[in-house]
């Protein structure tokens, strides 16, 4: 079992950066994969990106390539999302997820957040 709990989320203006972090219970963080997603009112949840068990591999939506960086330190059990660039369309509620398999590209992650909120302003 692995509880997951985002924090960092706010009110930010467009172009400017957020960092969010995703804290993991358990002592096996290690061996899991993490997602990050989105959901902006009134759509599904969608893929933002993923980093593999050690963190040395990582894979992004293109709407945020180049943009967004994930990294984990596992002795933290913590994983990050750094968003630059921000744009009012990154506007959402962000979610963290754990997987034992990697990559994980959908929604069929094992453990997710409860969410924390990102708003952009123009």
């Known amino acids: 079992q692995v509880q997951l709990v985002e924090s960092g989320g706010g009110l930010v203006q467009a172009g400017g950066s957020l960092k969010l972090a995703c804290a993991a219970s358990?002592?096996?963080?290690?061996?899991?994969?993490m997602g990050w997603f989105r959901q902006r009112p009134g759509k599904k949840r969608e893929f933002v990106g993923t980093?593999?068990?050690?963190?040395?591999?990582?894979w992004y939506a293109d709407s945020v390539k180049g943009r967004f960086i994930i990294s984990r330190d596992n002795a933290k059990n913590t994983v990050y999302l750094q968003m630059n660039s921000l744009k009012p369309e990154d506007t959402a509620v962000y979610y963290c997820?754990?997987?034992?398999?990697?990559?994980?590209?959908?929604?069929?992650?094992?453990?997710w957040g409860q969410g924390t909120q990102v708003t952009v302003s123009s």
């Open positions: 997820a754990a997987a034992q398999r990697w990559p994980v590209l959908t929604t069929a992650y094992d453990y």
């Open positions: 358990g002592r096996t963080f290690s061996t899991y994969s």
């Open positions: 980093i593999s068990w050690s963190g040395s591999s990582t």
